[in-house]
Each structure stands twice: as C-alpha cells, then as structure tokens.
C-alpha cells in the first residue's frame, strides 16, 4: 500500500517560506508605491487635491517622456494590483493552508512577469536606472526562480495542503519546469544583451591589418554617423557647414560660456580598437592669444570613460583622461595624464622662441589657408598610443614616480621623478569610439568664441612598426 506524505511543513521548508514572504513584501511594497505614486501624480487633484502638474513636468524632464498616455496608467494600475497580490500571496503562505501553496506559486510567476517588465520599460523609457534596474532584476529573477523550482516539489504541495501525492506515484507540474526554464533563459539573455550594449561584457572588434582603410570622410555625405546639433539657433553646435570654396567641413563651435575648460564634443557611432586616425584642424574663432583647445577623443565608452588628445592655438599639447568618480558632482573626474607641453622652437633672432609647431599661434605667419591648418593624428595599438602634430611625433611628460606630471616651460624636459616618452600605454579602455571636440581653458576669454574647423577624417590599420626619435632632453637640473 502507497503511503501519504505528512501536511507538517520541516524547518528547511519554513525557511524558504519566510524568505519567500519577506521577498513578496518587498517586492509588492515597492511596487504598490511605484504604481501607486504614477496613479496619484495623474489624479492628485482629483484624488487629493493637490497639484502635482509641475511635479509631472519635473518627471518628464528628468524621463524624457511626458507618461500621460492611457497605457501607461493601466501599466501603473497592473501594477499596483500585483504589488497587492504579493501581499496577499504571502499572507497565505503565512497560513501554511490551502491556498497557502498555490498563492506562493502565483505569486512567484507574477513577481517574475513583473521583473521583465521592469527590464524592458527601463532599457526603452528610462534609460538613466538602466545601470541599477537591470542588474538588481536579474539577480532577484534568478533567486525566484530557484524558489519556484523548489516549491513546485511534490513534498512542498502536500505539506501546504494543496493536494495528496502518494510517494509511488507523483504527479508533476511539468509545465511549471518549462515557465522556470524559459523565464531563466530570458532573463539570462536579458542581462547578456545588456552587458554587450553597455560595454559591461565587450565583444573584441576584429583585427585589422597595418594600413587598412577602416573609415574616411570629407563630410559631403554619411554625416549623420556623427552625433551632431541640428538646431541653428543653438549657441554652441557641431554642424557641417560649406566653406567659400564649397568644400564641407565639421564645424565645432564654443560661443558662450563661463565655465573654465568647459567644452563638448561629437562621436562617430562607430567603435575602434586598433587605429590610426588623422584629422585636418581649422581654426576659425578664437581670442587674440589663440587659447583654446581641441582635439580627439579616442576609445570612448561613455561620458565618463576616454581618452582626449588636445592641442591648443598658442601651440601647447596635452593628454589627459576621463574616469568615474563618484564624488564628483557630475560622476566624471578629468585626470591630467600630460600637461600642457609647447612646440615653440628657440631661435637667435626671435624673442621670444617662436614660430610654434602648432599653428596659428600669436607669431606664426598666416598669408595663406594653410598656415592655419593642423593635422592631428593618434595611433593607438593594443594598450599602446602615439601621437603627432603636422607630421611630428611629441614627447610626454608622464607623472612617473611623483604624484603628477610637470613639465619645465621653454626648457625642455620633465622634472625630477616624471617619465618622457613618446608613448603613453593604459590598459584601463581596450576600444571604443572616436570623438572629435572642442573646448575653452581656465585662462582663456570667456567673451571671445572659438570655433574650430574638422575635415579630412581618416582611419587605417596602426602600422606595425613605430620608429620615434631617441629623445634628447636636457638634464634634470
């Protein structure tokens, strides 16, 4: 004769009760003050009486989206009811008594439609708790779903009364194994595309060969893989624009600002690991002392996470670095990896030692178009980068064994414990993409602005051999 399971719930079994009934109140808490707080912002006046017009104009600033559409309030309202069937559900488990174990069952399946829900409102709506929401839902996915397979076992069904299974011959929810199955894999997959879209898990880019053509514009067509301003009554813009020969150019424009080094910039929707880039520079608006800065960011992950090379009008370079800090006000700290070095070249006959490498510069001569141009470029293998001004590699000062990088004016070399190189290697940001900015500095005139002319993008293979110049700095005094 086939015996029959005890109703009599074990220890091990009442743990997993309680941390199902504390995930339930969690959980529909937080959803009951979710939906419910979208509910009372659409009818406060009517429900409260209160106004919550400017807090809805607030929420639609910070979402970018207005949430007054009729789905969207019944997606509030589902939810509400969900959060409250969660409480229900573990009220019922609480009881140890029908319907104790199919309330936990419902409720498990709910809180995980529930998380794919929020998974995907987040990625398309509010796309700024991406970073928070995703991760936190996968990982309490995850646990559910280990509960539910565990709580859907013949001995947890009879002890909470849901029915009397013989030992000899269980009866199994196989389609219950088949929601756990597919709710994992989604989830799973979920959270993978996520990690490849945010960069959290990065696909490697394929390897190119030395010299290869990988991209080229003139800016005459394709311009919308740029991230550009459309509007023409912006202040400060990046816009392609045809110069008096007919000849279009990117044109990044600084016009009003207060802000020392402030500045932004534009992106090619591309990523790059290995490349060599070279961009012809312009510069069109500035303050009489040409203090400005502009250059190429290069593998840029996201607003908190580059590399900038910069170059200035009155002929200074420099290297610097975008990292997260969360102490920041903005989230991003700019980490000076190279100081501002000059290209002047002493000379007899002038003082102070000018022409500079850079131009145009206070004393380079400008009779011609060309005198004000500029070819930047950046080579960047593996962890290593290079980098030059109209054709000549520069040299860096890099903080070496003291705490930050210090280049002596005028003279030449790096103080006592910095390291001159002609390459800089990191291996903080394996690829990225490529950038193109603009930007004012602490000492520069605010009222002055700058504008600054890009053309003549090129992007090959690196080379596989770099040959520089051995450097001859003069001694550390």
């Not at 303050?287 to 190429?296: F, W």
């Not at 990225?432 to 002055?448: E, K, M, R």
């Amino acid at each position: 004769m086939s015996s029959v399971l005890s109703r009599r719930t074990t220890p091990l079994q009442n743990r997993l009760i309680a941390l199902i009934q504390f995930l339930f109140f969690i959980m529909g808490l937080l959803l009951m003050v979710g939906g419910g707080a979208r509910i009372s912002i659409e009818f406060g006046r009517e429900l409260f009486g209160i106004n919550t017009e400017r807090f809805k104009e607030g929420l639609a600033n910070w979402t970018g989206e207005t949430f007054t559409s009729l789905p969207v309030l019944a997606i509030a309202i589902v939810v509400f009811l969900v959060g409250y069937g969660l409480w229900w559900s573990a009220a019922a488990l609480g009881a140890k008594t029908p319907p104790a174990w199919h309330a936990g069952r419902n409720g498990m399946i709910a809180l995980l439609a529930a998380l794919l829900v929020a998974i995907g409102l987040t990625i398309w709506v509010i796309d700024r708790l991406v970073l928070y929401v995703v991760p936190a839902a996968v990982i309490i996915g995850v646990l559910v779903v280990v509960l539910l397979v565990r709580f859907t076992q013949p001995d947890f069904r009879l002890n909470l009364g849901a029915e009397r299974i013989q030992r000899t011959e269980p009866r199994r929810a196989w389609w219950l194994y088949l929601v756990a199955v597919v709710a994992v894999a989604a989830l799973t997959v979920l959270g993978l595309v996520y990690a490849v879209l945010t960069d959290a898990i990065e696909l490697p880019l394929p390897d190119v060969a030395s010299g290869q053509l990988i991209y080229l514009t003139t800016f005459d067509a394709y311009n919308d893989e740029w991230s550009l301003s459309k509007s023409d009554y912006e202040t400060d813009y990046s816009r392609v624009e045809t110069d008096e020969t007919g000849n279009n150019r990117l044109i990044l424009s600084l016009k009003e600002s207060v802000i020392p080094d402030d500045g932004f910039y534009t992106l090619l929707n591309r990523k790059f690991r290995d490349f060599d880039i070279r961009v012809t520079t312009t510069e069109l608006e500035s303050d009489i002392a040409h203090d400005n800065r502009y250059g190429i960011i290069f593998r840029y992950r996201d607003e908190k996470e580059y590399y900038a090379f910069q170059i200035s009008g009155d002929g200074h370079y420099s290297l610097v670095k975008a990292v997260p800090d969360d102490s920041s006000p903005t989230g991003v700290s700019v980490i000076t990896i190279s100081v501002w070095i000059p290209t002047t070249h002493a000379s007899d006959e002038q003082e102070p030692p000018y022409p500079t490498l850079i131009r145009p510069g206070n004393y380079n001569s400008i009779q011609e178009p060309l005198d004000a141009m500029n070819e930047i470029r950046v080579v960047g293998r593996d962890n290593k980068f290079w980098f030059y001004v109209n054709g000549e590699p520069l040299v860096f000062c890099l903080k070496g064994t003291r705490g930050n990088s210090m280049w002596v004016e005028f003279q030449g070399w790096c103080v006592e414990g910095n390291e001159a190189t002609y390459v800089f290697e990191d291996d903080d940001y394996q690829q990225g993409q490529i950038g193109l900015f603009v930007g004012n500095t602490a000492s520069s005139d605010f009222s002055a602005p700058i504008s600054i002319a890009f053309d003549n993008v090129v992007i090959l293979g690196p080379p596989s051999t770099i040959v520089v110049p051995s450097i001859e700095l003069s001694p550390t005094p």
